[in-house]
């Protein structure tokens, strides 16, 4: 032994040569612990999992992929996989998958469940609700589900202030519209991070809530994990260390422009940041902190908690916790909703079952946007995100609404019709300012029609938190291996409702594909199924069946 440990004093470079050695092939093997696999597609088996923002093109066809590592196409993304032969697709850990004609070929860092959970979509969803993201039984604030939500965001975009919010929120009630959850979009802090109403634009942030409470409204701020870097806050969450890092001087590229171990600067839509690192349990606090006390300072009921999205954290930055995944840190941002039963989120990493609102990501004003809504919230409930809404009424792109001109009447009468028996219905544009009165009073039938749905709704929203059964579903869910799998353009609220909008300008009259049973339409008239009937829809008209037998 003593000849040994000379031999290893006298000659260090082969030392260094023995642990170069076994760092490669350490770094080897965690390479080759990738898991893989391939798994046969059936006949007559279809797909559907993975990211929101694409239910539009499921189920899947052939040469559809993605890679959920780090990438959540600005939605929420779940590691499943669920198949209308009753066949589930799980992992802990994002993992990539890809569909060829015959097969599905997965990869993962952590181990990939497959199971056989029965004969259905239905089968498959319930067994992954029950053993992967199980309910907590509770909801989201009912007030998103009883009543329209009206987010300021169209009409004020980055001129948050105390005026034009109460001349909104007057209008609202002016034109004979419901009071509901009214959320004040970003810009009313003074920045980033510095979470106080902005002076000079809220003279009494405390009376203008009183105010709006009197309205009947419950009142939502926007909040974000980014914080300005030239801002007093800043100055002292860097100094506590709270911000997501950049790299260690070793893994800085030559040109030296990156400080090592300071605040990493993310660019996002509103410019360059440094952010949150709620891997570190005192930036959950502080972030926590901040929040609470706008609820107790000016009567704050809850938060529209926006910019999750996974690539705001990229995997070379350095976090509290070392081994922390981009997807976890969005799933962290997550969980702080669940203080605030008022909440609402576009970003999202697992977190199924939990009581959090989450909102489609922004669509343009346009018919071909407004055929995405119905694939992709029943998709949401098909990944455990039932108290779901579908953007804003018109589309949530401000851009599309800067020209009056080219604002289409027509289509924010269907878009109020395909949100008016949804989970959730939220305007932001306000119709009484852009539409005509024949338009006008189409769109108030829509909130009607809602109204006198509502306690159906809420039955459905109340099963959801029992069950993890989603609320607005697909035809291939409520009425499994009918040849429903690619209907896309009309849905069912529970089991019960057959919606079936007009989603094409012009059109008045639709196909609608009827289930076995007797449906009942909006006259009364009864439709016998299952098979196809047109169905003549005028502009105040949205198609909708209930059934009443079998």
């Known amino acids: 032994m003593s000849q040994i440990k000379k031999q290893k004093v006298s000659n260090p470079s082969k030392v260094n040569k023995i642990l170069f050695l076994a760092a490669l092939l350490l770094f080897n093997f965690s390479t080759m612990a990738q898991v893989t696999k391939t798994i ?13 923002s694409d239910g539009h093109n499921m189920p899947f066809s052939t040469g559809y992929s993605f890679d959920m590592y780090g990438n959540n196409k600005y939605n929420q993304v779940q590691p499943l996989l669920v198949s209308n032969k009753g066949r589930v697709i799980w992992s802990e850990e994002p993992f990539k998958f890809s569909f060829s004609e015959n097969e599905i070929s997965l990869e993962a860092r952590s181990d990939i469940k497959v199971v056989k959970a029965g004969k259905t979509l239905k089968d498959a969803y319930s067994y992954a609700s029950e053993n992967y993201f199980p309910t907590t039984g509770e909801l989201p604030d009912e007030l998103l589900f009883k009543a329209p939500q009206y987010n300021t965001w169209i009409e004020l975009m980055y001129n948050q202030n105390q005026e034009d919010i109460l001349k909104y929120a007057h209008a609202i009630i002016d034109n004979g519209m419901p009071p509901g959850v009214l959320m004040i979009d970003d810009n009313w802090q003074e920045d980033y991070g510095k979470w106080n109403f902005h002076e000079g634009r809220f003279s009494d942030p405390k009376a203008m809530i009183k105010e709006l409470h009197e309205l009947g409204f419950k009142v939502m701020l926007w909040v974000c994990p980014f914080v300005s870097p030239d801002s007093d806050v800043y100055r002292d969450l860097a100094k506590k260390e709270l911000f997501i890092k950049n790299p260690e001087a070793d893994k800085i590229s030559q040109t030296k422009l990156l400080p090592p171990n300071e605040p990493a600067m993310i660019h996002w839509w509103n410019g360059v940041s440094a952010l949150l690192d709620f891997s570190n349990p005192k930036a959950q606090d502080w972030f926590k902190g901040q929040l609470q006390h706008l609820t107790e300072e000016y009567g704050v009921d809850g938060f529209k908690l ?62 071909g946007a407004l055929t995405t809504l119905i694939p992709n919230i029943t998709f949401q409930g098909l990944m455990g995100y039932p108290y779901s809404a579908p953007d804003m009424i018109g589309g949530g792109e401000f851009s599309s609404f ?3 001109e080219t604002i289409d009447q027509e289509l924010i009468v269907r878009s109020a019709q395909v949100h008016a028996l949804m989970p959730m219905m939220q305007f932001s544009v306000a119709p009484w300012r852009i539409l005509d009165n024949q338009h006008l009073e189409a769109v108030k039938a829509a909130v009607d029609l809602r109204k006198e749905f509502t306690p159906t709704i809420m039955k459905f929203a109340k099963e959801a938190a029992a069950t993890g059964s989603p609320i607005v579903r697909t035809m291939e869910y409520s009425f499994p291996n009918n040849g429903f799998e690619h209907i896309k353009d009309q849905f069912m609220l529970g089991d019960e409702v057959l919606v079936a909008p007009i989603l094409k300008k012009g059109k008045r009259e639709r196909i609608v594909q009827f289930p076995k049973g007797k449906w009942k339409d909006a006259s009364g008239r009864i439709i ?19 059934k009443v037998s079998e």
């Open 306 to 367: 926006d910019a999750g999205d996974f690539n705001f954290y990229p995997e070379e930055t350095i976090s509290y916790n070392k081994n922390i995944t981009p997807n976890e840190h969005a799933q962290l941002f997550g969980e702080i909703g669940l203080d605030f039963p008022l909440n609402e989120y576009r970003a999202m990493w697992k977190m199924g079952g939990q009581a959090l609102a989450q909102r489609l990501s922004d669509k343009g004003h346009s018919w």
């Open 528 to 546: 016998k199924g299952p098979g196809k009937k047109t169905v003549k829809a005028d502009l105040d008209e949205l198609p909708y069946f209930i």
């Open 40 to 52: 046969p597609i059936k006949k007559g088996e279809s797909w559907w999992g993975g990211a929101v």
């Open 402 to 404: 800067l020209n009056a």
